[in-house]
């Protein structure tokens, strides 16, 4: 069952009930003030930091769900009222309509004749949230409405607003002038910054004490004042304030009225805070109000928008004969890799904004699927990253994105997390040229007395690897490697104790053979670029270390028919046909394969093979079979989920991916491609109701085939796996990879696939790559020509003409 | 205007509105399982710790308030519901009453001609709640109605459920049993302990998981089972685990239905944990429930509850003119005294349960007005507070009640709180007569390879004060003192940064003048102690110490016409008519005055006379005055808040109680008393509308006269207010307070009274002391008799015969 639709060409997806299975949002703002806004205009604001600068209230796990805050819109006519997106008024409506665009969401509601057409955007360069508002009369009569706008104000610090109340209750604050409500809480002391809300137009009321607004005991849904058709021009001091401006609108049969509401965000330094004594400073605000006080300078910056996202998705465009392909690949999955390089994992409908920063794995893996885009901003989070890691190549797990900190309360020690880095500077300068970047002189632990060239970086991170090995000479585990909750050292038996931040021993036997499997892949990642620059002594050294590693895996990382996962504290096996529960599981697989091992002997396929005979499922792979019913006190957190959940055999969609890449490694395209569907939000668009998720957005995870709600998916938005399946449809299975040289093209499609195009900008050309499968094989390139020239091998060399080239591939 | 009216003969706050200014709460539970309840049944329960146990989900600063969670009841009649508390479903009801008495809540609804009364409370030596319902038919026909149950399971962790939503949407479980639904999520793994929430009748049917209850999109006013009049039989699996039953109640006219719902904690050890694979061992909970099979057995367990606290107030009773202060004194103002102690200053309304544990000042203090009524459990706080002192002396400022542990977060450092420590073994001696607590071996910080005897602890926090001393030889303030706010040593610039959590410098210059009075005011009870235990060297040095203090004090800590409140760390005077803002703060006044500074010069009196000036308001006196309008980096927090509230210039009423205190150690009886009945709530139930907090309990403070809201209440409940009035009350204006060899007899009264009459059960004996005033005077006794015999001086001896006995005292 469907909830809406895709509207390809405006690159929107069309929600047509409010009554979505779950919220369905959309994110706005791509640089440092970020929204997130549901169908219904649920969501909250925040400038950089979601925990330290949150600007609206929202609360999480809201009974009514999603009605813990947004910006709300009602329209009072004649004794009754509604809100245009349904909430929070809940008034049934003659027309819905909401359309989630790239940065933008547009929500149309109509009810008593009167349409309203509400388009919520953050403009570009711009610290605030613009809604262009369209009041029109459909009717016939004359009208007089009146239009109320809401919305709470967080104080600042949204762990803090949701604990401390014996403070919170006594410290807001607010000033109105003329139509614009400013939210000062704590502005008089340390505070550098105030909130806005503001309107185009003057107004014939305000509140800004919620109470007042709402009534004592009301709820958003039936706010006294709007009941009342009238505001109380309330002057918030303590408590929640609010703001919320009424208007009366006269509207003639067919007439609109535009009006600009702003949410702003403004900084002032300790010298300019004040115009006079307690009274602060508007400057900068009134200039942003200025900057749209008209619709049509709103419409011009939407257009702006609608370039800068036409700009971005340009660069790698699918022609294909899939609808459902062409959006993921041209429009959504790009749109969701920008929105997890800006967020990581620290604000969405499932993270709170409050429980962490920025994962340095997480990001330098966001950073594969976006660096494409934008490599200035990948290129400065490459370092932002770098500059957290540690001196023995280690790194910070976290990060807040306020302060750019090593995050002291998560802690390090998760193994994986260095070579992940390396990864993604290989990524950067195979997309960009720019070896420059190696040469960029980077703090270790934020601390610039200890600053080394970023390759000294790499280096150690790769060294990190080889320094912390375990008896069979496989990488030692860490507090956890990329499953965060397989944890090998932690043994903890406290009630509600955090698997993440608990004191974790010093294991010096748990081994993990993904991390093996990764320094394998990664590591030959590593010294091609070494050979690439010139280092042959490096690269020969990494060479011989990555050998000797994957010598390591097949004669201790091999289980008979698929890679194992680790080695647990006392050296037993773990994802082994000898345990009871948890015999196999998806991520040493993948990597090892992607790595190259066992590719020789056959022990390749037959651990993908076993992949598909144990993980697969219609929704998916799960991540380990069985699940685990019972706490392992020597696996840690993974068995403390139900069975079929997250990582206790869940379908975990980021790690999905790396079997379609190993797949396409191996040249079994119709699998690779399979795997892809079975994910791809486009293709659960039919089973919604199912599902539940939004269909545009990878969830991190869908319920496996051990849970009671098999294929349901959780978290969406916010998860790796945007970036890697990206990564596994654009360049393993599409076949167009960035290499140091120019774009590889090494497609592993299904076999009946009759061919396509990829338009891809690289270095500021463009090629216009035609592929085509008239032989009806996976892989494998018969020829390929470039403006019409045979070139041998399957590099298009990098013309860095700025022009347009036609590129000919045909298979075989 | 008035919200309900006190029903003394029944010790309860009758409330006759749904639509109180506030919700009005109620505490069950005094032992280890607690809960808070709204006069409409919202609140929650937790099992000892309100972070680390919490039972049921709360949502705080709720839209719509207090909607957030509570126990609901929903009655279903042909179509239509209602709840009989009104909230959730907020249906009008014919008739609404709830009665909030000694540890039991009653709340009664009426609507359809059924009637509906549910008794909530916590049995003695019970971990649970129980919800005695009696359904009535009031009518003239036959009735056929169905009642829902509901409440929402709290994942354990009151914060993490919060914050930590990927995870926790995972992990709820549940298991139905008959009647019973189980709650265990995280059983499986490290947790011990599950809730249950069962009923003594069989089910129609049942709901466990929120959005089947509830519908996707629908509030607690509205859920889907309820307005179908059909439970769904769900089973939760992830999301939001719930409780609900439903049952069919067939009603002929004047028939009732009585059932009992029991909420219940249990806890197994790792043997005993399962009955077979993943089924939870239910031997507890069933012979929890079976306890409670019937109405009967509840009555009974109200009846012991019932006279529990009939035996608790008994042993302070006064007879007066006056039926506000009898039940203040009697019922109220005890209660509240109960609560706080078990609670400190961990939940209530305002305090969300996670921000903190116990406070080793709070807790100390609240020992003080708690003491006389169980003297063994203030015996055993007492050495759980001693137990997390530092070897300096030093302390902790809070602990967690789950572990006993002294909180890291929060730290040390305030350098009020050993001493009052040593208030606490004073007074527990004194009431007692049990010197054995002294030779109590106890830890510091914990570890008990550092215990040493109480009456070490107690000398290391006296010498805490004069090991710590300041250029004007006044004890340094450290972090703070009482006065959280005033914090001299943080300079902080950091926005959002807690002034009580970072680092602070070790300033070796700002010091209190508090502190300094309490070293008088308490140190002298530490000599007279020493004293009595024969310690005549230490009692030596202790009065030599003292004396110095007394004369730095004189020196230096006087202003020309009241005390200083301390030096900041630049050696400047704070509070002194010097200064801009905050010429003059109050606990210092109170606190020298209470050490007997002052009195023989007159100064007292003047400092007495400028609180009464400067910061006398009708609501009670301020803080400070003039209230600080802008932020004194030097000062820290307390110059954060808006004029007028809190710290900064709000009434503060605990502090209120020391010059009550100061104010009767003069013999001014009249002016005692007249700041007695500004704050004391039973005075403030007139005008609730502006104090808007329940008019049966004290609150932290009430906004002073620079504030918009002058004379709003806020932080009810938990507040060292409590405790101090009732020492106020009762010992210093009363005038009976413990001795170590009996109780002393010395009131301060107003002039015009003619006399009251106190029974007071001591040591074991019972004392019937009729004070009798003919002379009108305030203060001094004119004779004593005891069972009609003389006794010189003011000390009744203690007779340990377990008696009654009757005693005169006249005034004059």
């Not at 009301?218 to 303590?238: H, I, L, R, T, Y």
């Not at 509401?261 to 602060?280: A, M």
């Not at 690289?762 to 470039?786: C, E, M, Q």
Request: glycine share 8%.
């Amino acid at each position: 069952m469907k909830y809406g639709y895709f509207d390809d060409a405006k690159k929107e997806y069309v929600i047509t009930t409010p009554a979505t299975p779950y919220p369905w949002i959309n994110y706005l703002g791509s640089q440092e003030f970020f929204s997130l806004i549901s169908n219904t205009g649920g969501g909250y604001s925040f400038y950089k930091d979601a925990k330290l600068r949150r600007i609206t209230r929202y609360r999480y796990n809201n009974v009514p769900l999603d009605l813990g805050g947004g910006r709300y819109y009602y329209l009072y006519d004649n004794g009754e009222f509604w809100s245009p997106g349904y909430s929070p008024a809940k008034k049934e409506l003659d027309a819905y309509e909401c359309r989630h665009g790239m940065g933008y969401t547009k929500i149309t509601g109509k009810r008593n004749d009167i349409e309203t057409e509400i388009t919520f955007f953050v403009p570009l360069n711009y610290n605030g949230e613009v809604h262009k508002v369209v009041v029109t009369n459909s009717g016939k009569k004359p009208k007089e409405v009146k239009l109320f706008s809401f919305l709470e104000w967080c104080l600042w610090n949204a762990q803090d607003d949701q604990a401390n109340f014996q403070r919170n209750f006594n410290t807001g604050e607010v000033e109105i002038k003329g139509s614009v409500i400013y939210h000062k809480t704590e502005y008089k002391e340390r505070r550098d910054h105030y909130a806005f809300f503001s309107v185009n137009a003057p107004i014939d009321g305000y509140d800004s004490d919620r109470e007042s607004f709402l009534g004592t005991y009301n709820g958003f849904d039936n706010p006294q004042a709007v009941a009342a058709g009238k505001s109380n021009n309330s002057v918030a001091d303590g408590w929640s304030p609010i703001a919320s401006h009424s208007l009366l609108l006269t509207l003639e049969p067919g007439e609109s009225r535009e009006l600009v509401f702003i949410l702003g965000y403004v900084e002032n330094s300790l010298e300019e805070k004040w115009e006079s004594k307690n009274v602060i400073n508007k400057q900068k605000a009134e200039a942003m109000i200025a900057k749209f006080a008209t619709a049509d300078a709103v419409d011009k910056a939407l257009e702006e928008l609608s370039n800068y996202w036409e700009e971005l998705l340009s660069k790698y465009n699918l022609a294909s004969g899939d609808d459902k392909l062409n959006r993921m690949v041209n429009i959504w999955n790009q749109y969701q890799c920008m929105v997890t390089f800006n967020l990581s994992r620290s604000a969405s409908y499932f993270e709170s904004g409050i429980g962490r920063g920025m994962g340095f794995r997480d990001s330098n893996q966001d950073l594969l699927g976006f660096l494409h885009q934008i490599p200035d901003r990948a290129r400065e989070r490459i370092i932002d990253l770098a500059s957290t890691q540690l001196e023995d190549g280690g790194a910070y797990h976290q990060y807040q994105p306020l302060t750019k900190r090593g995050n002291d309360e998560i802690g390090g020690n998760f193994n994986d997390d260095p070579l992940w880095l390396v990864l993604a500077v290989v990524a950067y300068i195979k997309e960009t040229g720019d070896y420059s970047i190696l040469d960029v002189m980077t703090p270790y632990d934020n601390d610039t007395s200890k600053a080394a060239p970023l390759s000294d970086h790499i280096k150690r991170a790769f060294d990190h690897v080889i320094n912390n090995l375990g008896p069979h000479g496989l990488p030692l585990i860490g507090r956890a490697d990329w499953n965060d909750c397989l944890n090998l050292n932690c043994f903890s038996m406290e009630p509600g104790e955090s698997f993440q931040t608990t004191t974790s021993k010093d294991g010096r036997v748990a081994e993990s053979v993904m991390i093996a499997g990764m320094f394998v892949y990664i590591g030959k990642e590593y010294t091609a670029l070494m050979e690439k620059v010139g280092n042959t002594a490096e690269a020969d050294r990494a060479t011989m270390e990555v050998r000797k590693m994957k010598d390591v895996i097949m004669e201790h990382g091999f289980d008979g028919e698929w890679f194992l996962r680790a080695y647990d504290d006392f050296g037993r096996k773990v994802g082994s046909n000898e345990c009871e529960e948890g015999k196999i599981f998806i991520e040493s697989q993948g990597f090892c394969v992607m790595g190259g091992c066992g590719i020789e002997d056959g022990k390749a396929i037959k651990a993908l093979d076993a992949v598909e005979e144990r993980l697969g499922t219609k929704y998916g792979l799960v991540l380990n079979n069985p699940a685990f019913t019972k706490y392992y006190v020597e696996y840690g957190e993974i068995s403390t989920y139900p069975a079929g959940y997250k990582e206790n055999a869940g379908i975990f969609c980021h790690n999905n991916a790396w079997i379609m890449c190993a797949e396409a490694v191996m040249g079994r395209g119709d699998k690779a491609f399979d795997y892809y569907t079975r994910i791809a939000p486009a293709y659960t668009e039919e089973y919604s109701e199912i599902h539940r998720m939004e269909p545009y957005v990878y969830s991190q995870m869908v319920a496996g085939k051990d849970a009671k709600r098999f294929g349901e998916a959780k978290n969406s938005w916010l998860t790796g796996t945007a970036s890697w399946n990206f990564v596994a449809i654009s360049q393993f299975i599409l076949g167009i990879k960035p290499d140091y040289d120019g774009l590889k093209v090494d497609p592993s499609i299904p076999r009946d696939w009759e061919g396509y195009q990829v338009t891809r900008s690289f270095r500021g050309d463009t090629y216009k790559i035609t592929v085509k499968n008239p032989n009806h094989v996976s892989a494998g390139i018969a020829s390929l020509t470039v403006d019409g020239k045979v070139v041998e091998g399957n590099i298009i060399p990098v013309a860095l003409d700025g022009k347009l080239h036609e590129v000919e591939v045909i298979l075989g």
